[in-house]
C-alpha cells in the first residue's frame, strides 16, 4: 500500500522536475521516438525489396527502394548526434535543479543547520550526485520507452495485418518474459540490495582500519584485521555471485525473446510460405520487427527499476529538507545553464558607524536556552551582552561551551529559550544573527578551496579585506606566499597550517565587521602570543568598541574577560 | 621506478583458474558460434520453401533453429554463471593479499596514502581487474569468435559479400577508434568539470554552519550556478564528439548494410545467388554492430584494469622496510629502556636525533620535553620500532628493538597518542582492536572504570556492543580515554604518552589523572609533554633542543636547579614547548 503510493510520489516528482524544462523534453521526446521507428519503414522497404526482387513490379524500382532503405538508416544515425547533444544539455538541467534547489534550503533557509545533513557530507554529496541521477533516470528512460513502445506498436499493427496468428506467436515470448521479469523483480532487488550492503561494509572497513593504522599496528592487530577482512569478502562474494547471475538471467531471457519469435514463426508459416501465401518479404519484415518487439521487455524492465530505484532517491533528497515535502526541491528555479549566472554581485559592507537602526547593536539578551540531547546539553542559561563587552566562556570537556554558542546562533535546534536583539525578541537567530550583526568563529573553520582572498570574503566586497588581514595576524603569511591573496588554498593548492586555517577563518569574520564577534576556542591553533596580538588589535581597531564572545580554556584571555560564565554539565557557575 | 610487468599479476592470480579457464572458453567458442547458425537456417528454409521441399523438412529446419537459439542462450548462460565464481575468487585472493601486504607498510607510507586512496587501491583497482579478467576477456574472445564465424561463412556464401561485410567492420573500427580517441580530451573536461563541481559540493555542505554564520549561501550558490553551465558546456561537447564517433560508426554499418543488400539483388538477378542467401547477407550485416560495439567497451576496460593492474604490481612489489626480527623474547612486567648513541634520519632529510644516550630502570618515569621539532615524538616511535634507528640501537627490556618480533614488540610496548583513532565498530572491537587483544567483559567493563568511562559505558544502549559512528556517541576527550584503556587492556611493560592529554581539558585531566597514575604503577613511562603539569609524575626528565638531549636529571633536582632550562621554564609557567 505504502509502496504504490511512494511510486506515484517518484512519478510525480519526476513529472514536475520534466515541467520545468518542456519544451527541451519535447525536442528530445521527438528525436528519440523518431531514432526508435526508424526500423518501421526499413521493414516495410525490405518487404517491398524481397518481394520485387526478381522483377520490378508496378511501384517505385527496387533500386529505388534500396536508395530510400540506404537513406533512412544512414539519416537515423544522424538525427540520433542531434537528439544525443540536445539531451545531454537536458539532462544537466535534471541534476540542476534539485541541487540549486536542495542547497538554497541548506546554506541559506531559516532554522538550525545542526542535523540538517543526515550523515556526513560525502555521504550528502552521493545524495547531490548519484540520487538526482536516479531522478533524471526516470525521465530519460520515459524517453526510451516512449520510442521502443511506438515502434512496437506499429509492428505489431503492421504484423498482424499480414498475419495475426504469426503476430500473436512472436508476441508470446515477450509477454512471457515481461511477466517473468515481473515475478523475479522482487528478488533482484533484493539481492542487489544486499550486494551493495555487502561492498559497503568492505569498503567500510578498509576505510576505518586504514584510517586507524596507528592503532593496528600498536596493537598487533593487522592477523585479525585480515581475518574480518576475509570474512566480509566472503559473504560479499556470496551477495555478489547472486546478483551478477540473477541479473545475467533475466538479460539473457530477454534476448532470448527475440530468437524464440522468429523460431516460432517458422514453425507456423511453413505451410503458408511453401504454398506462397507467407512470402520471403513477409519473413524479411517479420525478422526486422521481431527485433524491435524484443528490446520492450528490456525497457519495460528498466522503467520499473528506475521508478522503485528514484523512490528511495526522493525520499533520499527530501531528507536534506527540513519538512520531507518532495515537490519542494524540484520548484521552478532559474537554473542560466545556456548563459551561465554572471558574475556574483558583491554584498557591501558598511562602515560600523554607519550603522544605524536594527543592525546596530546595543545589547543581546538570552534567558533560559535550553539544548537536550542524551548525555549532555545545556539547561536554563542565560547570558547578557552589551555593546563593547567582553565574555569568556569556560569549563571542562562535555560541558556544553560549543553548544552554548551555536544554540545561540540557531545553528542547533533549541529546546527552550529567547533572544532579544537591543529588546526586540528574534525569532529567527538563523537568518537574523549573521553578518553583519554576528560574525561567528567555529572550532573547527572550513574554509573552501579557492583563492585566499575568496575563501576569507565568501561573496562580501573586499573594502574591509586588508583591515581584517591585519588584525587576523594574517598579513606576514600572505606576504610570504608567491601569489599572495590569489594563491588557492585547499586540497589542490597550498596546504594551510592549523594556525593559519584559523586566522584565516578569523580574517573570514573580521571583513564582515560583525557587531558581536562569536569565537569557539582559538587556542589549539594559535600560540599565547599570537591569540593576545589578536585580541589587542581588534580593540584597537574598534576603540574599544567591539562585543566579544568567546570560549577558552586559557587564562590570558580569562583575564581580559569582563564576565566569565563558567559551564559545569550544561548549567553555568557564575 | 622500475614497474613490474602487469600481466605478471593476472597470470599469477589466473593460474589456479587455467584449467576452468580453458574449459570455459571451450564452451564460450561454441556458445559464440551457434548464433552464426541462425540467420543460415532462416536462408536454408527461405530457399527450401522455394525449392518446393516438403512442409516436414521445413519444420525441421524451424526445429533446429529454435533448438540452437535455445542452446546458444543456455550455454552464455552456463559461462557468465562459471566466470562470475572465477571473478570473485580471484578477486578476493587479491584483495586480502593486497590488504594484508598494506597492512605490513610502515606508518610513513600510510602518511602519503589516505584510506580513500587504499579503498581505491584495494577495492576499486582489483573491481576493475577482475571484471575485466572475467567478464571482459571473454566476451573479448566472444565477440572476436562471433565477427570470424560471420566473416567466414559469408565469404562462403559469396566471396564478394564476405569482402563488403569485412570492409563495413574494418571501415566501422577504424572510424571508432580514430573518433573516440579524439574524443577523449572531451570526456576528460567534462569529468575534470564534474570532479571540480563535487568537491566544491563537498566542502560547502562540510562547512554549512560556517557558510550559514558568515551569510554566504547565496554565493555558495552562486558558485554550483557557474559549475553547472560549466557542465552543461562540457557535456554537450563530450557528447558531440564522443557520440559523434558512435554514430560515424552506426553510418558505416548503415551504409554497409544497404550496400549488401544491393549486392544481393544484383547477384540474385544474375543468378549467382538465390534468395534465402540475400536474407542471410542482410541479416548478416546486422549482426556485426553490435559485437564490434561490445569490443569497442571492453577495450576501454581493458585500460582501465592495465592502470589497476599497475597500481596493485607496484604496491606489492612496495617492501616495507620493518620487517620482523629472528624473535628474542622480550622479559614479563616492567622494561628497561636502553638508548645507545641512537641517531635517526628521515630518508636523506636532515638529522632528527643525534647520538641520544639514554638508560632507564625498569619502572622509570621519564617527562620529555622540548620545542616542536626537537625530536620528541620521533624518540618515541622508535620505541615502538615505526622506525629503525639510522645509527646505535633501541633496546628494550634488553632485547634490541630489531631483535623481536613486531608483534611481541608492540604487545609489551604501547603508546597513546593525541591522534584518536577509532573504528566504526563495537566498543569492544575498539578496545580488543577485533579481537588482537584477548580480553572477557569483565576486563574490559574494569578497563573502562579505571579511566572514568563507566558512567558513559552504562549510557551507552547496547553497552560494549554499542557501535561507535562519528562523534555522537563519544566526544573528543572521551575517545583519548578510550585510547588509554585500549593501550591498558594489553598489559604493556612500557607506554609512550605522546601528548596523550592534549585534548583532554584541566578539569578533565585533573579528573582521570589518579586513575591513569594507578595504570601506570608498575610500568616504565615516558612522557612526551604538553603541559608541565602532566610531567607531575615523571621520575626524570629530559630536554631535548635540536634533536640532543641538553639536559637529563631528576625532576626534583632539575626542579630546584636555578641554572636548568626545566626548572627556569616551571618557575616562568612556559610551555614545555618553550623548554629549551
Redesign the interface.
Known sequence: MTATASRSSSVRVAWQLLRREPVAYAISWIGWVLFWAVPIPVGLL?KA??DN??ADGDGAS??TL?VV??AL??G???E??FA??Q???V???W??VP??NL??S???DPGP??G??PR???D??SR??DDCQDLALVLDVWLDISGAAVAAGLAVGIMASIDLRVTVAVALPVVAVLWLAHWLGPRLRAWRRAAREA?AA???F?????????????????????????EL??SR?RA??RD??GT??VQ??S??TG??G???A??LV??A??RGDFT?GD??LF?TYIVVLASLPRWFGRVGAYTRQAEVSVERLAELLPEPEPDFFVAPVA???????GP?PA?PVDRPDHRRGDTRLRRLDVRGLAVRF??GGLEGLDLTLERGSFTAVT????SGKSTLL?AL?G?VPVDEGTRHWNGVRVDEP?TFL??PR???L?QV?????ETLADTIL???DDAALDEALRLACLEDDVAEMPEGLATVV??KGVRLSGGQVQRT?AA??FV?RPELLVVDDLSSALD?ETEAVLWDRLFVATSGDATVLVVT?RQEVLDRADRLIRLDHGSAAL | MTEPAQPHLLAAYLRPERLRVAALVAVLVVAMLLPVA?PVL?GR??DS??A??P?SS??A???T??AV??G??AL??LV??RS??MA??M??RL??DL??H???LE?AW?GE?S??V??ER??GDIDALTKFASTAVLQLLGNAVLLSGVFVVSLVIDWRAGLLIGAATLVAAALMVRLRTAAVPAHDDEREVLGRL?????????????????????????R???H?????RA??R???KG??AY?AA??AF??G???T??LG?YL??GDQMS??S??VL??FSQMIRQPLEHIAEQMRELQKAAAGARRASRLLATRPSIVDGPGTPIPEGPLTVDLDSVTFAYGDRRTVLAEIDLHLAAGTVLGVVGRTGSGKTTLGRLL?R?WDVTEGAVRVGGVDVRAAT??EL??RV??V?Q?V?????SVRDNLT?????PADDRRLAEVLAAVDLDG?LA?LPDGLDTVLE?TDTL????GQLL?FA??FL?DPGLVVLDEASS??????EARITAAVDRLLAGRTVVVIAHRLATLDRADEIIVLDHGRVVEHGSRHDLAGDPDSRYGRALRLGR?PEAVG
Open positions: 525490405l525489396i524481397l526482387i526478381g527496387v533500386w534500396l532503405l540506404g538508416e544512414v537515423r544515425w544522424i540520433l548526434l544525443a547533444v539531451w545531454h544539455g539532462w544537466v538541467a541534476h540542476t541541487r540549486l542547497l538554497r541548506l546554506a541559506s543547520t545542526a540538517r545533513l556526513s557530507p560525502g550528502a554529496v547531490f550526485r561492498t568492505v569498503t567500510g578498509i576505510g576505518d582500519t586504514y584510517g586507524a593504522i596507528t592503532a593496528v599496528k600498536t596493537a598487533g592487530a593487522e592477523a585479525a584485521v585480515e581475518r574480518r577482512f576475509t569478502g566472503a562474494a555478489a555471485r551478477e547471475v545475467q538471467l539473457t531471457l534476448g532470448a530468437n524464440l522468429i523460431g516460432l517458422l514453425l511453413a505451410p510460405i511453401r520471403v519473413l524479411g525478422t537554473t542560466s545553464l545556456r548563459r551561465g549566472p556574483f554584498v542524551p548525555g569549563g571542562p570537556v562535555g551555536r546562533l545553528l538563523s549573521v553578518p554576528v560574525a561567528y567555529p573553520p572550513r574554509l573552501f578551496s565568501l561573496g562580501v585547499g586540497p577563518a573570514r569574520a564582515r599565547v580554556h | 541462425g532462416i528454409f527461405v520453401a522455394a518446393g521441399q512442409v521445413l519444420l529446419i524451424a526445429g533453429f529454435l537459439a535455445v546458444a542462450d552464455q548462460l557468465a554463471w562470475v565464481r570473485w575468487r578477486g578476493n584483495r586480502t590488504a594484508r598494506a597492512l605490513g606508518l600510510h596514502h584510506p580513500g587504499l579503498i584495494i577495492d563535487y568537491g566544491d559540493l563537498e566542502e560547502r555542505l562540510g562547512g554549512l554552519e560556517d557558510l550559514r554564520a558568515n551569510g554566504a549561501g547565496r554565493y555558495a550558490l552562486h554550483l550556478h557557474e553547472s553551465a560549466r557542465w552543461w557535456a554537450r563530450a557528447s558531440l557520440d559523434g554514430v552506426g553510418i548503415s551504409a548494410s544497404a550496400l543488400l544491393a539483388v540474385f538477378r534468395i534465402g540475400v536474407l542482410f541479416r615502538l615505526f613486531i608483534a608492540r604487545r604501547g603508546i597518542t591522534e583513532e577509532l573504528l566504526r565498530a582492536m577485533l579481537g588482537a587483544i558513559w549510557g562519528g566526544s573528543a576527550g572521551e585510547a585500549r593501550v594489553a585534548r583532554l581539558d584541566p578539569a578533565t610551555r
